[in-house]
C-alpha cells in the first residue's frame, strides 16, 4: 500500500516492512535476530531456524524492490546469547552475499544489553533518533525529534472482530507525527493496540495491506 508521510512516498509492505522509493530503503523493526537461541540458552525449548526464516524474509523482499540500504529500527540482536557461533556464521553468511547492501541499525533496549553485532558484518550502529530527510528513525516511539518518527519497540498488532470470533494481525500505527511499524522478526509476539483520535491502522494479512476504517 502506497501512503504519503511528511512529503515523501512510502510502500507499507505485507512483509511488516516499509520501502522508501526515493532513498531505495528497505525500513525494518525488530528482527531480534537469536532470540530462539537465546530461549534455549535458558534452557526453554523453542524451536530452531529463526535466524534463517529473517534472513529469508529479507532475501525475499531484497528480490522485490530495488534496495540500496536496510535500516534496522532497533532490536537488531535480542541478547548476548544472540552471539552464538551459529547465529552469527549464518548472518555472516547472508552479509557476504549482500556487500553491497549499506546496513544501519538504530540501537534500541536490547541492543543496549547484547551489545553491537561483530564488525565483520560491516553494519552502522547509530543512536536515536537518527535523521534523514524529512524522517526521524527510532527505535521507541515516543522520541521527541523535529520530523516525522519511524519507529518500532511495541509490536504492534491489531484485533479484527467478526461475530464472536476474532483474529490479531501485525499492523503499521500512524499519526499526523510518528508511525511504529510491526515487529519484522520471527519468534517476536505481537501486542495489541487501541488507536488513538488521529491515528490511522494498517493491518497486513502477509499478503496485502489495507487500511481499518475506524
Known sequence: MKIQVAGEELLLLAQKAVYWPRAQMLIVADIHFGKAASFRALGVPVPAGTTS???LALDALL???PVRQILFLGDFLHA????APSTLAAMQGWRQRHPQLQLTVVRGNHDAHAGDPPPQLDIAMVDEPY???PFAFCHHP???AAAYVLAGHVHPVYRLRAGWESLLLPCFLASPQRMVL???GAFTGGHPVLPQSGERVFVSSGEAVWEIPL
Request: proline share 5%; hydrophobic share 60%.
Open 53 to 55: 526464516a529473517n534472513l
Open 63 to 65: 528480490a522485490l524492490h
Open 80 to 83: 548476548k546469547a544472540a552471539h
Open 131 to 133: 535523521l534523514m530527510g
Open 142 to 144: 515516543d522520541v521527541m
Open 182 to 184: 510491526p515487529s519484522f
